[in-house]
């Protein structure tokens, strides 16, 4: 059984960095395409970046493209999102996702975490 958790989140300045993580703790996520989304307040959800089993397809969204980097390692059932140069409007509860292939669309994902928040000052 699928069961996501994300870890990672906090208060970070702008122009900072964090790395969040989404661990797998059924074990299953090698098997799985992963994606990030994050909602902010009042906002709809958004596509953050997906990443495939393999980990040779990535998509990004367009907001954060060039400063976001999805990777996985199978063998720890881990994602990462890498968050660079950080912006107030990345705050947001980032949320980790599983499904059969990558894709920018939540529907496609049948496996989400509770998220975790992240709150970027200027």
């Known amino acids: 059984q699928v069961q996501l958790v994300e870890s990672g989140g906090g208060l970070v300045q702008a122009g900072g960095s964090l790395r969040l993580s989404c661990v797998d703790s059924?074990?299953?996520?090698?098997?799985?395409?992963m994606g990030w989304f994050r909602r902010a307040p009042g906002e709809e959800r958004e596509f953050v970046a997906a990443i495939s089993w393999s980990g040779s397809i990535t998509y990004y969204g367009g907001s954060v493209k060039g400063r976001f980097t999805i990777s996985r390692d199978n063998a720890k059932n881990t994602v990462y999102l890498q968050m660079n140069s950080l912006e107030p409007e990345d705050t947001a509860v980032y949320y980790c996702?599983?499904?059969?292939?990558?894709?920018?669309?939540?529907?496609?994902?049948?496996?989400w975490g509770r998220g975790t928040q992240i709150t970027v000052s200027s």
């Open positions: 996702a599983g499904g059969s292939s990558p894709s920018r669309r939540d529907v496609d994902y049948g496996h």
């Open positions: 059924g074990r299953t996520v090698s098997y799985y395409a």
